[in-house]
């Protein structure tokens, strides 16, 4: 399944599972797994963010509900609009994906928490 992640705050399309996870080896294996669409869409929102150096991140699946700043929205490809969608002189690509695609949901992301460093014990002689 190709699934498009677009920035909620500002209506871009961020990523296209097509292109940064084509060499994940665990992309490759929920897709042949055919994991539940809400499982496959925080793995996705995962491996971009990896692709981009974040890690740590925290993710949720919803179809519905607040969205906050951290939030990307998800659309599903229909195999047979991806010419159309993804074609070098698509004069809007983001406008494709709303009419051509299927709104799946979005995931939210929540940051890491900070980390707090701790002293070992130490007793004064």
Do not use: H
């Amino acid at each position: 399944m190709r699934l498009v992640l677009v920035e909620w705050a500002s209506d871009r399309v961020l990523g296209d599972t097509a292109e940064f996870a084509k060499d994940s080896a665990e992309w490759a294996d929920c897709a042949f797994r055919e994991i539940a669409l809400e499982q496959l869409a925080v793995v996705a929102a995962r491996l971009f963010d990896e692709s981009r150096g974040r890690r740590g991140w925290r993710y949720q699946f919803a179809c519905f509900g607040r969205k906050e700043n951290t939030t990307y929205e998800i659309f599903t490809v229909n195999e047979e609009e991806e010419e159309a969608i993804f074609r070098p002189d698509a004069s809007s690509i983001m406008q494709a994906v709303i009419t051509r695609c299927a709104y799946a949901g979005f995931v939210r992301r929540k940051p890491p928490e900070p980390r707090i460093a701790t002293l070992p014990n130490t007793k004064a002689a």
